[in-house]
């Protein structure tokens, strides 16, 4: 018995995963109609890959998800070009990880002939034969190297109506080279049809520079193939600036930027959760204390998720049931009250760490070190050992910029210390 049946849910209504590529899923994603129009019309329509930005917790990952649910359903001959999603979404934390990225998608992309070869062959494309190197991957011995090391090296046949076998003709061609040639044979005439992948957190690579190079390092790789299209996905202006690289151009669109949802758009998300998973239970946070939570944390739809779920098991914990929505506000007012008291009474932030952060919220949230006169530091480095102190906390958080200087946003926790210090004010940008 989990906490939501007591509460009268079939599941959380504030769970912070990613949607789910499904109809719930469709049903639940709010307010992103123009984002997935104009993201489909940039895969169809054009060579250059897709990016999109926003900051995390915004919601891009999902917005991606139902997107590509949407194409998986809608994909038929009549709607060519057919596009056809790779579900699990590639990341790359290193420079040094693109050839392990790369040996990735080609992997993946096999694995996704074999998937869609029944529906590629009804809907009349030249679809591959499939068998060997289905059992070629499926083999312990692959499966075990595709767990943890890299695929590059093993080969196979390319050409499909060759027989392939794990002895020889994988290790005279390379899987790559068979799936480049399935992809040629089986979208022709060029741009009839592709596979879409998603590279998604591209700030996990810490700054545009090395964002930009690693993505230079694949341009003519796996972002030159012509079956396949991708969106490139990331926070904190990473890829707008990767975009503006002169060897990237042609290769990127423009970023489609995903801003927070408005305060309408983000209750009637809550209240599609609300009415999806409810079994006839009053929600701990409805819509006046979650519009009250997401002023508070700026906007961002997951950080307020996240607390209303918390909030949700102090209810349950205090076994606090059955009280009345204007009841849970004025509880959930409270129990903020004495969270956000407890970051903004860290007995370890010095009084000009404090000075910082509240003139980062004024700052719209962020600062670059290089500005540190215009937040009346003496130097780079006392403005430096404030933050360091802030970060140490969790409530910034700090990133290597382009110039060598560091940049660095307010945290979750920071707005809600912020929240305190301002005397229970929602802070106004």
Known sequence: MTIWADLGFTQSPYDTKSLPPTAIGERLLVGREAHIRRLVNRLASTSSHVTVEGESGVGKTSLITIANYRMKRNSDKARSPVLLPIEKPFQI??????????????????????RYRDELQAWGYDAPKVADVNKWMNSPIIKSIAAG????????????????????????????????TWMSECFDPPGCGYFV???DNLEL????????????????????EPGLRWVIC???????????????QGRLCHPLAVEPLSMDDAINALEARIGEFSTGGAPPVGPIGF???????????????????????????????????????ALLQSWLTLLSDEY??????SSDGWRLLDDMVDNEGSCDFEDYELFNFP???KMKRCAAELERQNLVEMSPGDTGMDSVVVAPNGWLARFSRSGYQIPRT
């Open 93 to 114: 934390t290193t420079r040094e990880g693109v050839k392990l990225l790369e040996a990735a998608v080609y992997r993946a992309i096999a694995e996704a002939f074999i």
């Open 149 to 180: 090391v890299s695929a590059v090296g093993f080969s196979v046949n390319a050409s499909r109506s060759e027989s392939v076998n794990a002895s020889s003709a994988f290790a005279e061609s390379g899987l790559a080279h068979t799936v480049r």
């Open 197 to 199: 992948c998603v590279l």
């Open 205 to 224: 690579l810490v700054s545009s520079t090395s964002a930009r190079q690693a993505l230079e390092e694949i341009r003519d790789t796996i972002l030159a």
């Open 234 to 248: 990331g926070a904190r202006g990473v890829v707008r600036t990767a975009a503006a690289s002169p060897r990237l």
């Open 291 to 329: 519009q009250y939570l997401y002023e508070v944390l700026k906007c961002n739809l997951r950080n307020t998720l996240q607390k209303c779920e918390d909030f949700s098991f102090w209810l349950h914990d205090e076994e606090i049931l059955g009280v009345g929505e204007m009841e849970h506000v």
């Open 344 to 349: 903004a009474n860290n007995p370890n932030i």
């Open 379 to 381: 130097s780079v480095d």
